[in-house]
Protein backbone atom coordinates (compact mmCIF):
# COMPACT_ATOMS: atom_id res chain seq x y z
CA UNK A 1 0.00 0.00 0.00
CA UNK A 2 1.04 2.97 -0.95
CA UNK A 3 1.79 6.31 1.18
CA UNK A 4 -0.05 8.52 -0.48
CA UNK A 5 0.33 11.49 2.28
CA UNK A 6 3.55 11.06 2.02
CA UNK A 7 4.07 10.91 -1.65
CA UNK A 8 1.96 14.34 -2.19
CA UNK A 9 3.87 15.91 0.64
CA UNK A 10 7.51 15.26 -1.45
CA UNK A 11 5.95 15.97 -5.06
CA UNK A 12 4.87 18.90 -3.43
CA UNK A 13 7.95 20.10 -1.99
CA UNK A 14 9.84 19.28 -5.08
CA UNK A 15 7.23 21.74 -6.82
CA UNK A 16 8.45 24.04 -4.52
CA UNK A 17 12.39 23.18 -5.10
CA UNK A 18 11.76 23.75 -8.64
CA UNK A 19 9.85 26.68 -8.83
CA UNK A 20 12.45 28.41 -6.60
CA UNK A 21 15.06 26.79 -8.59
CA UNK A 22 14.11 28.10 -11.89
CA UNK A 23 12.87 31.54 -10.70
CA UNK A 24 9.43 30.76 -11.16
CA UNK A 25 6.50 32.51 -8.93
CA UNK A 26 5.63 30.51 -5.48
CA UNK A 27 2.74 28.40 -6.09
CA UNK A 28 1.88 29.01 -9.91
CA UNK A 29 2.59 25.36 -10.50
CA UNK A 30 -0.48 23.31 -9.39
CA UNK A 31 -0.46 19.35 -9.23
CA UNK A 32 -3.11 17.28 -10.71
CA UNK A 33 -3.22 13.60 -9.39
CA UNK A 34 -3.29 11.07 -12.00
CA UNK A 35 -5.74 8.65 -10.03
CA UNK A 36 -6.34 6.30 -13.74
CA UNK A 37 -6.89 2.59 -13.01
CA UNK A 38 -6.78 3.26 -8.89
CA UNK A 39 -9.84 2.78 -6.73
CA UNK A 40 -11.73 4.78 -4.97
CA UNK A 41 -10.14 4.36 -1.48
CA UNK A 42 -6.98 5.78 -2.74
CA UNK A 43 -8.72 9.18 -4.20
CA UNK A 44 -10.22 9.48 -1.17
CA UNK A 45 -7.08 9.74 0.99
CA UNK A 46 -5.57 11.79 -1.47
CA UNK A 47 -7.81 14.24 -0.86
CA UNK A 48 -8.22 14.06 2.52
CA UNK A 49 -4.37 15.11 2.53
CA UNK A 50 -5.62 18.50 0.72
CA UNK A 51 -5.73 17.47 -2.90
CA UNK A 52 -8.67 18.34 -4.94
CA UNK A 53 -7.28 17.67 -8.95
CA UNK A 54 -7.89 14.85 -10.19
CA UNK A 55 -7.13 13.46 -13.87
CA UNK A 56 -8.64 10.28 -15.21
CA UNK A 57 -8.15 8.69 -19.16
CA UNK A 58 -10.33 5.82 -19.65
CA UNK A 59 -13.86 7.56 -19.42
CA UNK A 60 -16.61 4.22 -18.40
CA UNK A 61 -13.86 3.57 -14.89
CA UNK A 62 -14.05 7.80 -14.61
CA UNK A 63 -17.67 8.13 -14.49
CA UNK A 64 -17.61 5.39 -12.05
CA UNK A 65 -15.51 7.36 -9.01
CA UNK A 66 -17.11 10.61 -10.45
CA UNK A 67 -20.61 9.54 -9.54
CA UNK A 68 -19.66 7.65 -6.25
CA UNK A 69 -17.34 10.15 -5.29
CA UNK A 70 -20.11 13.36 -5.75
CA UNK A 71 -20.09 14.22 -2.15
CA UNK A 72 -17.04 15.03 -2.19
CA UNK A 73 -17.88 18.71 -3.22
CA UNK A 74 -14.67 21.15 -4.44
CA UNK A 75 -13.71 17.79 -5.67
CA UNK A 76 -12.15 18.88 -9.70
CA UNK A 77 -11.91 16.06 -12.96
CA UNK A 78 -10.05 16.77 -15.49
CA UNK A 79 -9.83 14.13 -18.24
CA UNK A 80 -6.92 13.76 -19.97
CA UNK A 81 -6.94 10.29 -22.10
CA UNK A 82 -7.81 9.88 -25.74
CA UNK A 83 -11.35 11.17 -27.05
CA UNK A 84 -13.11 8.72 -29.24
CA UNK A 85 -16.10 11.17 -31.04
CA UNK A 86 -18.63 8.69 -29.33
CA UNK A 87 -17.67 9.43 -26.50
CA UNK A 88 -18.08 13.17 -26.32
CA UNK A 89 -21.69 13.67 -24.27
CA UNK A 90 -20.13 12.23 -21.43
CA UNK A 91 -16.66 14.08 -21.29
CA UNK A 92 -18.56 17.14 -21.83
CA UNK A 93 -21.05 16.37 -19.36
CA UNK A 94 -19.02 14.87 -16.30
CA UNK A 95 -15.62 16.53 -16.65
CA UNK A 96 -14.50 20.14 -15.34
CA UNK A 97 -11.60 20.06 -17.56
CA UNK A 98 -10.44 18.52 -20.82
CA UNK A 99 -6.86 18.50 -21.66
CA UNK A 100 -6.88 15.86 -24.48
CA UNK A 101 -8.75 17.64 -27.03
CA UNK A 102 -7.01 16.68 -30.60
CA UNK A 103 -9.22 17.37 -33.70
CA UNK A 104 -11.60 19.92 -34.75
CA UNK A 105 -14.26 17.57 -34.65
CA UNK A 106 -13.76 16.52 -31.20
CA UNK A 107 -13.51 20.48 -30.67
CA UNK A 108 -16.83 21.17 -31.97
CA UNK A 109 -18.74 18.23 -30.36
CA UNK A 110 -17.80 18.92 -26.87
CA UNK A 111 -18.55 22.53 -27.60
CA UNK A 112 -22.59 21.49 -28.40
CA UNK A 113 -22.66 18.50 -26.05
CA UNK A 114 -21.91 20.73 -22.95
CA UNK A 115 -24.97 21.31 -20.87
CA UNK A 116 -25.63 24.99 -21.64
CA UNK A 117 -26.79 25.90 -17.98
CA UNK A 118 -22.50 24.70 -16.81
CA UNK A 119 -20.31 26.87 -16.90
CA UNK A 120 -18.48 26.48 -20.19
CA UNK A 121 -15.80 23.65 -19.98
CA UNK A 122 -12.57 24.04 -19.63
CA UNK A 123 -10.39 22.81 -22.38
CA UNK A 124 -6.56 22.61 -23.21
CA UNK A 125 -5.62 21.67 -26.83
CA UNK A 126 -2.68 18.87 -27.03
CA UNK A 127 -0.25 19.28 -29.33
CA UNK A 128 1.88 16.69 -30.53
CA UNK A 129 5.31 17.84 -30.16
CA UNK A 130 7.64 15.59 -31.20
CA UNK A 131 5.20 14.45 -34.43
CA UNK A 132 4.98 11.40 -32.86
CA UNK A 133 2.40 9.18 -35.49
CA UNK A 134 1.30 7.16 -32.62
CA UNK A 135 0.47 10.01 -30.34
CA UNK A 136 -2.66 12.34 -31.07
CA UNK A 137 -2.56 16.14 -30.91
CA UNK A 138 -2.40 19.08 -33.33
CA UNK A 139 0.64 19.33 -35.11
CA UNK A 140 2.64 22.94 -34.32
CA UNK A 141 1.32 24.49 -37.16
CA UNK A 142 -2.41 23.52 -36.42
CA UNK A 143 -2.63 25.10 -33.29
CA UNK A 144 -3.13 28.83 -33.89
CA UNK A 145 -6.14 28.45 -36.29
CA UNK A 146 -7.66 25.68 -33.91
CA UNK A 147 -7.24 28.18 -30.68
CA UNK A 148 -9.04 30.69 -32.75
CA UNK A 149 -12.18 28.32 -33.50
CA UNK A 150 -12.29 27.33 -29.73
CA UNK A 151 -12.15 31.03 -28.85
CA UNK A 152 -15.51 31.26 -30.79
CA UNK A 153 -17.28 28.37 -29.02
CA UNK A 154 -19.69 29.57 -25.94
CA UNK A 155 -19.73 26.57 -24.03
CA UNK A 156 -15.78 26.02 -24.47
CA UNK A 157 -12.78 28.03 -22.39
CA UNK A 158 -9.97 27.67 -23.88
CA UNK A 159 -6.92 27.99 -21.23
CA UNK A 160 -3.96 26.42 -23.01
CA UNK A 161 -1.93 23.83 -24.00
CA UNK A 162 -1.05 19.76 -22.92
CA UNK A 163 1.79 18.07 -24.03
CA UNK A 164 3.14 14.63 -24.01
CA UNK A 165 6.79 14.43 -24.97
CA UNK A 166 8.51 11.25 -26.04
CA UNK A 167 9.97 9.47 -22.87
CA UNK A 168 13.80 11.16 -22.87
CA UNK A 169 16.45 10.24 -19.95
CA UNK A 170 18.23 13.51 -20.23
CA UNK A 171 17.26 16.72 -18.10
CA UNK A 172 18.60 18.70 -21.15
CA UNK A 173 16.85 16.69 -23.74
CA UNK A 174 13.70 16.63 -22.13
CA UNK A 175 13.86 20.00 -21.70
CA UNK A 176 14.52 21.05 -25.40
CA UNK A 177 10.77 19.48 -26.09
CA UNK A 178 8.80 21.48 -22.98
CA UNK A 179 10.66 24.49 -24.67
CA UNK A 180 9.08 23.89 -28.08
CA UNK A 181 5.53 24.02 -26.03
CA UNK A 182 5.99 26.78 -23.83
CA UNK A 183 7.19 29.09 -26.75
CA UNK A 184 4.19 28.29 -28.77
CA UNK A 185 2.06 29.20 -25.37
CA UNK A 186 3.54 32.45 -25.13
CA UNK A 187 2.20 33.21 -28.41
CA UNK A 188 -1.14 31.75 -27.96
CA UNK A 189 -1.76 33.83 -24.55
CA UNK A 190 -1.79 36.73 -26.67
CA UNK A 191 -4.77 35.67 -28.18
CA UNK A 192 -6.81 35.41 -24.76
CA UNK A 193 -6.78 36.39 -21.25
CA UNK A 194 -8.58 33.24 -19.93
CA UNK A 195 -5.06 31.22 -21.14
CA UNK A 196 -3.61 30.87 -18.34
CA UNK A 197 -2.50 26.58 -18.24
CA UNK A 198 0.63 25.01 -19.85
CA UNK A 199 -0.20 21.53 -18.83
CA UNK A 200 2.84 19.12 -18.85
CA UNK A 201 5.37 17.19 -16.92
CA UNK A 202 4.93 13.82 -15.52
CA UNK A 203 6.47 11.67 -12.82
CA UNK A 204 9.40 11.04 -14.31
CA UNK A 205 9.98 14.86 -16.21
CA UNK A 206 8.44 17.11 -13.56
CA UNK A 207 11.88 19.18 -13.66
CA UNK A 208 12.07 19.49 -17.15
CA UNK A 209 8.78 20.62 -17.13
CA UNK A 210 8.47 23.55 -14.56
CA UNK A 211 12.21 24.98 -15.55
CA UNK A 212 10.64 25.31 -18.78
CA UNK A 213 6.82 27.34 -17.80
CA UNK A 214 4.54 24.36 -17.01
CA UNK A 215 1.72 25.41 -14.26
CA UNK A 216 0.58 21.79 -14.10
CA UNK A 217 1.96 18.85 -13.54
CA UNK A 218 0.22 15.76 -14.14
CA UNK A 219 1.52 12.97 -12.01
CA UNK A 220 0.15 9.45 -11.04
CA UNK A 221 3.02 6.95 -10.45
CA UNK A 222 4.72 9.11 -7.94
CA UNK A 223 1.57 9.43 -5.74
CA UNK A 224 -0.02 6.39 -6.33
CA UNK A 225 2.78 3.52 -7.20
CA UNK A 226 2.70 1.97 -10.50
CA UNK A 227 -0.31 0.76 -12.26
CA UNK A 228 -0.43 -3.17 -13.56
C1 LIG B 1 -0.99 8.40 -17.10
C2 LIG B 1 -0.80 9.82 -17.48
C3 LIG B 1 -0.06 10.71 -16.66
C4 LIG B 1 0.62 10.27 -15.38
O1 LIG B 1 1.76 9.53 -15.67
P1 LIG B 1 2.78 9.05 -14.50
O2 LIG B 1 4.01 8.72 -15.27
O3 LIG B 1 2.17 7.90 -13.84
O4 LIG B 1 2.98 10.21 -13.60
C5 LIG B 1 0.04 12.01 -17.06
N1 LIG B 1 -0.53 12.45 -18.20
C6 LIG B 1 -1.24 11.65 -19.01
C7 LIG B 1 -1.84 12.21 -20.25
C8 LIG B 1 -1.38 10.31 -18.68
O5 LIG B 1 -2.08 9.52 -19.51
Partial sequence: MQNTEENIKNIQSKIEL???????????????AVSKKKPQELIEQVYASGQRIFGE?????AMQKIEALQYLEDIQWHFIGPIQSNKTRDIANHFNWVHSVDRLKIMKRLNDQRDNSKEPLN???QVNIDNEASKSGFTVEEIDDAARQVLDMPNLKLRGLMAIPKPRKELIEQRRAFKKVQQLFTQLKMLSGDIDTLSMGMSGDIEAAIAEGSTMVRVGTAIFGSRE
Fill in 57 to 61: SYLQE
Fill in 18 to 32: YEKNYHRLPHCVKLM
Fill in 123 to 125: VCL
